[in-house]
C-alpha cells in the first residue's frame, strides 16, 4: 500500500462555486498543494459532475444559482452513487444558520468564507483521510 | 347569540320576573332602557378593544416584516462586499506563496500592504454589518 499523505495529495476535489475568480483562486491553491481539481459553477452542474467525475471530495459554496448548494448536498446524500462522498460547504462569515442548515442537508463539514487557507487545507485534509478510513472498513482489505 | 337577541331575551326575562308584581311601567321602562344602555356600551367597548387587538397585531407583522428585510438586505450586501474581498485577500496570498521571488523585496512589500489593507477592509465590512444585524429592529 502506497504511502497515505501521497495518496491524499493525488486526491481528486470536486469545486462547486459560482465566482469566477474566487473559483480559479481556489482551485488552483488545491493544485499547487498536489490536488486534482475539477470545476462545477452552479448546483445543478455540480450534482451531475459528481456522478460523472466521481470525485474523493466536493468543497461546494452554498449560494449558488440554479439549484443552492443545500439542495445540491440533499440530493447527492441522497444518491446511491454520490452519498459516500464526503461535501465540505463553504458558507458566508457570521451566518451561523446557513452552517447549520448545511449539516442538517447532509455536508460533512462547512468552512467559512473569506478562507482560510491552512484552515480550509486541514478540514480537507481531515474529510479525505476519514474517507479513506470508511472505504478500507468497507473493502475489508486483511492487509489494512 | 348577537347583542341584539342578548338585549331582548333579558328584556322578556325582566318582564317576566316582575310581571307579577305590581310595578310603574315607567320605573320599568327605566330599568330596561338602563340595561339597554349598559349592554350597549359594553359592545362599544368589546368592538373597540378588538380593533385595538387587531390594529396592533398588524403593526407587529409590518414590524417583523420590515425587520426580516434588513436583515436580507444586510445579508445581501455582506456576500456582495466578502465575495470581492475573498478573492482580493486569496489572490494576495497565493502570490506571496508562489510569485515572492519574481516579485522582489519591494514589490512583495507592496504585495503585503495590499493585503493587509484588504484584512482591515474585511475586519470593517465585518464590524459594520455585525453591528447594523445587532441594531436592526
Not at chain 1, 481528486?12 to 481539481?37: A, C, F, H, P, T
Not at chain 2, 307579577?20 to 350597549?40: C, E, F, K, M, N
Request: proline residues 3%; neutral net charge; charged residues 30%.
Amino acid at each position: 500500500m502506497g504511502n497515505s499523505s501521497e495518496s491524499l495529495r493525488a486526491a481528486k476535489i470536486l469545486l462547486v462555486e459560482d465566482n469566477e475568480m474566487n473559483r480559479d483562486m481556489l482551485s488552483r491553491r488545491l493544485k499547487s498543494r498536489g490536488y486534482q481539481v475539477v470545476v462545477a459553477h452552479d448546483g445543478g452542474t455540480g450534482v451531475a459532475m459528481a456522478r460523472d467525475e466521481a470525485p474523493d471530495l466536493i468543497v461546494m459554496d452554498m449560494s449558488l444559482p440554479v439549484m443552492n448548494g443545500w439542495e445540491a448536498a440533499r440530493v447527492l446524500k441522497q444518491s446511491q452513487a454520490t452519498r459516500e462522498i464526503p461535501i465540505l460547504a463553504l458558507t458566508a462569515h457570521a451566518m451561523v444558520m446557513d452552517r447549520e442548515k448545511a449539516l442538517l442537508a447532509g455536508c460533512d463539514d462547512y468552512d467559512i468564507k473569506p478562507i482560510e487557507i491552512r484552515r480550509l487545507l486541514s478540514k480537507i485534509h481531515a474529510l479525505l483521510e476519514g474517507k479513506g478510513d470508511l472505504e478500507r472498513a468497507h473493502r475489508k482489505e486483511p492487509n489494512s | 347569540m348577537s347583542p341584539e337577541e342578548l338585549h331582548s331575551l333579558l328584556q322578556r326575562q325582566i318582564q317576566q320576573h316582575l310581571g307579577s308584581i305590581a310595578i310603574d311601567p315607567g320605573t320599568l321602562r327605566a330599568l330596561l332602557d338602563a340595561v339597554s344602555a349598559t349592554y350597549r356600551a359594553f359592545d362599544a367597548d368589546l368592538l373597540r378593544a378588538k380593533e385595538r387587538a387587531e390594529r396592533m397585531r398588524r403593526a407587529v407583522e409590518a414590524a417583523q416584516e420590515s425587520s426580516r428585510a434588513t436583515r436580507a438586505i444586510l445579508d445581501d450586501i455582506g456576500h456582495k462586499l466578502r465575495t470581492p474581498l475573498n478573492a482580493i485577500l486569496g489572490y494576495c496570498e497565493m502570490l506571496e506563496e508562489e510569485r515572492a521571488k519574481a516579485l522582489g523585496e519591494e514589490g512583495l512589500q507592496d504585495l503585503r500592504r495590499i493585503h493587509l489593507a484588504g484584512r482591515q477592509l474585511l475586519e470593517g465590512v465585518n464590524g459594520v454589518l455585525d453591528r447594523a444585524k445587532k441594531e436592526a429592529p
